[in-house]
């Protein structure tokens, strides 16, 4: 899937299907918040920081539901669409990647998020 940047450069980003296993772990084992908005849970860059400098940018972008293939490895930037603080799934963090993924024509990644939404809201009742 392909979207353009605010420069006019087409990103184009796969779903990290280790983000979304590692999502589905944290969601069955509870370890999801539900009642914090995704602007007040949402990592600071120096947390981002440390999450990079403690497990790398392959740890890093296990928090994220996008990937952008072609980007450098050793970037924050080769990756997309967060869903949790590093410790946990955010509900509100799902919504938001849903929702920019369909605004950006990346579908395969909103459907990731919408199963791992539905299945939090299951883990839920």
Request: aromatic share 8%.
């Amino acid at each position: 899937m392909a979207c353009e940047s605010n420069l006019g450069a087409v990103i184009a980003y796969r779903v990290n299907k280790a983000a979304v296993a590692k999502a589905r772990k944290l969601i069955d084992a509870g370890e999801y918040d539900d009642s914090t908005e995704w602007s007040d849970a949402a990592p600071s860059t120096k947390q981002e920081n440390d999450e990079v400098e403690q497990h790398g940018y392959d740890g890093f972008g296990e928090w994220h539901l996008g990937l952008q293939e072609d980007a450098s490895k050793e970037t924050k930037g080769r990756y997309g669409f967060p869903y949790g603080d590093f410790s946990k799934v955010n509900r509100a963090a799902l919504i938001h990647a849903k929702q920019r993924a369909t605004q950006n024509n990346h579908q395969e990644i909103a459907d990731a998020a919408d199963d791992l939404l539905q299945r939090l809201d299951d883990k839920r009742s």
